[in-house]
Each structure stands twice: as structure tokens, then as C-alpha cells.
């Protein structure tokens, strides 16, 4: 089975100096083959910017 997930990966400051942060949508394996396999994620190459606040709160 896949399922997808926002991983944060870093804190950037807009031009008006607030923090947002970059995220990187992965593919997340929840079973596999073998019990190592099982939660293996793969980074897409889809990215967004979050206001740090909106991930705080």
C-alpha cells in the first residue's frame, strides 16, 4: 500500500522576514515486501511553502 505525506524539510524567511517552511510531498510504502521495506518513503519533486504558523498552531 502508498499513502502521501508533507515532509518538512527547511525554515525560509519571506522578504518581510516571517518563516515559512518548505515541504517536500513523499510517497510513503506502509507495507512491504519485508519488515524493512515498511515505511520506506520516496521524495516527489512536489514542494509548497507553509507559514510556520499555520504548522504551530
Do not use: C, F
Not at 515541504?23 to 524493512?36: F, L, M, S
Amino acid at each position: 500500500m502508498e499513502a502521501e505525506a508533507w515532509e518538512s524539510i527547511d525554515v525560509i524567511h519571506n522578504t518581510k522576514g516571517e518563516p515559512h517552511v518548505l515541504q517536500q510531498k513523499v510517497t510513503v510504502y506502509t507495507a512491504g515486501v519485508t519488515e524493512e521495506s515498511s515505511g520506506y518513503t520516496k521524495p516527489t519533486m512536489e514542494h509548497r511553502l507553509v507559514p510556520l504558523a499555520d504548522i504551530t498552531q
